[in-house]
C-alpha cells in the first residue's frame, strides 16, 4: 500500500501547531466539502483531508505517525514496521464527523478499522429489536429520462456485521424505476431498502436523491426548461415557423416578425412532465452568416445601403 | 461478497411537493432526533406548516435542507445560524450558476 504523507495532504510542515493543523484543516474543509465545492475531485480530496486531520488532530496519533519518521514520501510503498504502535495506547479522539467506513488501507493498516474502542459496532444499535438504517444514494439521469421515465441499475454498498463481528463491506444491485417527472433534488424513497434490521426490526428505507447529467442543449429550472435557438437574421426580422427540439421530440415554433436577440418564447407544457407540466423557454440567439464570399459581401453591402442602421445609436454616439 | 438482485424492478415513492412530512417521518429520512430538527426550524432552515410540533407539515425538499445543514454543521464548525446562512447563499449561487449556464451556452 502506498504511504500518505498527511502533513503534505494539509499543507502543513511537520512542526505545524496543533492550531495550525486545525486552522488549515477548517480552510479545506471549507474548499473541498461535497456540499459546497463545485471542484470535480471534491468529495475524495474532503476524504482524504478529513483522514489526515483524523490522525494529525489526535496528539497520540500524531506521535505515532511521527515515529515512522519523515524520510517517507508520499506513494511510496508501505507496510508498517512490526510492533510500530507499541507503547501507545490510542484513545480519545473519536471519529467526531468524519466517516471512518471511508478511510484507506493505509489508515487502517496504522489505526485499525472503524476506530478504537469499537464505537461504531454498537452505533444506534442498543435495542434488540431495532429498526434497519436508512440508506442516501444518489441516481443520475438525463432530462429526457425524466420525461419517459427510465430504469437504472444501481450499485450500493454498505457494511454489514459480519459473524466474525467485524464489519464487511458488502455489495448490491438494485434495478430502479426512476417515474416520469422526476426533478433535480427530489427523492425517491424505496421502502425496506435500507439497512436490515436487528431482529425482528423492520429493514430502513432507501432514499434516493435525484440528479440531472448537464445536458448539451437544455438547461433546467425547477419544471422549465431552457434552450438556447440560433436564428437567422431574416428569420427574426420576417418572422418563420422553425423546428425546435425538446426533449419530446421535434416541435414547430412559429416565430413572430420583430423579434430581437434574447427574446424568449414560451412553449406552454413543454417542460418536465407534472400534474401541471413546466414549460419550455426558447432564447433566440441572432446567427450572422460569415462574409466569407464576393456574393456574401455583396448582399451585406446591400443591407448598409438599404437600412440606415445604427445599432450605437442608445449609446449618444 | 456481491449479491445481485436484478430480477424485481424496484418501484419508489417520489417525494414531490404533493407529499407532507410529520416531524418523525422527517426525523427517519433525515436519521436525526427531533430536537436536531427544532434547532433548525428555529434557524428557518425548514419551515413547516402548522403550530405545534405534533401538526407540523414539512414539505419534502426539507429532507435535502435538513441534511445538507447538518454535514455543514458537522463538517464545518459552523452552528446551526451559519448552516443556515451557508445553506440560503449555496442555493442562490446554484440559481445562478444554472443562469450562467444558460448565458454562456
Redesign the interface.
Known amino acids: 500500500m502506498e504511504f500518505k504523507d498527511y502533513y503534505q495532504l494539509m499543507g502543513v510542515k511537520r512542526d505545524a501547531t496543533q492550531d495550525e493543523i486545525k486552522r488549515a484543516y477548517?480552510k479545506l474543509?471549507?474548499k473541498y466539502?461535497p456540499?459546497?465545492s463545485?471542484e470535480p475531485d471534491a468529495e475524495a480530496r474532503?476524504k482524504e483531508v478529513?483522514e489526515a486531520y483524523e490522525v494529525l488532530k489526535d496528539p497520540e496519533k500524531r506521535t505515532a505517525y511521527d515515529q515512522l519518521g519523515a524520510n517517507w514520501k508520499a506513494g511510496q510503498d508501505f507496510h508498517p514496521p512490526p510492533d510500530w504502535d507499541q507503547g501507545f495506547e490510542f484513545h480519545g479522539g473519536g471519529f467526531?464527523?468524519a466517516d471512518a467506513d471511508h478511510f484507506s488501507d493505509f489508515f487502517e493498516s496504522l489505526f485499525g478499522r472503524g476506530g478504537f474502542g469499537g464505537a461504531r459496532a454498537g452505533h444506534a444499535r442498543r435495542e434488540f429489536y431495532a429498526r434497519g438504517?436508512?440508506a442516501?444514494a444518489k441516481v443520475l439521469i438525463d432530462v429526457e429520462d425524466a420525461y419517459r421515465g427510465t430504469?437504472r441499475?444501481l450499485t450500493l454498498r454498505h457494511t454489514e456485521l459480519g459473524a466474525d463481528g467485524r464489519p464487511?463491506l458488502?455489495?448490491?444491485?438494485?434495478?430502479?424505476?426512476i417515474?416520469k417527472?422526476?426533478?433535480q433534488?427530489?427523492?425517491?424513497?424505496?421502502?425496506k431498502?435500507g439497512g436490515a434490521g436487528i431482529g425482528k426490526g423492520a429493514a430502513g428505507?432507501?432514499?434516493?436523491?435525484v440528479e440531472f447529467r448537464?445536458h448539451p442543449l437544455y438547461?433546467?429550472?425547477g419544471k422549465d426548461l431552457?434552450l438556447?435557438l440560433p436564428v437567422a437574421p431574416w428569420e427574426a426580422a420576417l418572422g418563420a415557423t422553425l423546428k425546435v427540439p425538446t426533449p419530446d421530440g421535434t416541435v414547430d415554433l412559429k416565430l413572430p416578425p420583430g423579434s430581437s436577440g434574447g427574446r424568449k418564447l414560451r412553449l406552454r407544457g413543454r417542460g418536465l412532465p407534472?400534474k401541471e407540466p413546466g414549460d419550455l423557454y426558447v432564447?433566440l440567439q441572432i446567427a450572422l452568416p460569415k462574409a466569407d464570399s464576393e456574393a456574401a459581401k455583396k448582399a451585406y453591402a446591400d443591407f448598409e445601403q438599404a437600412l440606415a442602421f445604427n445599432p450605437r445609436a442608445h449609446l449618444g454616439i | 461478497?456481491?449479491?445481485?438482485?436484478?430480477m424485481?424492478?424496484?418501484?419508489?415513492?417520489?417525494?414531490?411537493e404533493d407529499i407532507e412530512l410529520s416531524l418523525s417521518e422527517l426525523c427517519?429520512?433525515c436519521?436525526l432526533p427531533a430536537e436536531r430538527i427544532f434547532e433548525l426550524v428555529e434557524e428557518g432552515v425548514v419551515d413547516p406548516l402548522g403550530r405545534d410540533p405534533r401538526q407540523w407539515r414539512f414539505q419534502?425538499?426539507s429532507?435535502?435542507r435538513v441534511?445538507?445543514a447538518h454535514?455543514?454543521e458537522?463538517?464545518?464548525?459552523v452552528n446551526a445560524a451559519g448552516a443556515a446562512l451557508?445553506l440560503d447563499l449555496?442555493e442562490e449561487l446554484e440559481?445562478l450558476?444554472?443562469r450562467l449556464?444558460?448565458l454562456e451556452?
Open positions: 477548517r474543509a471549507r466539502h456540499d459546497v463545485k474532503f478529513g467526531t464527523g438504517e436508512d442516501h430504469t441499475p464487511h458488502k455489495e448490491r444491485t438494485l434495478n430502479v424505476s417515474p417527472g422526476v426533478r433534488g427530489q427523492h425517491i424513497r424505496l421502502a431498502q428505507d432507501l432514499y434516493l436523491e448537464p438547461s433546467v429550472e431552457y438556447n407534472a432564447v | 461478497m456481491k449479491t445481485t438482485d436484478m424485481s424492478l424496484l418501484a419508489g415513492e417520489v417525494l414531490d427517519r429520512a436519521q419534502a425538499f429532507i435535502r441534511r445538507c454535514r455543514l458537522q463538517d464545518l464548525g451557508a449555496l440559481r450558476h444554472v449556464q444558460r451556452s
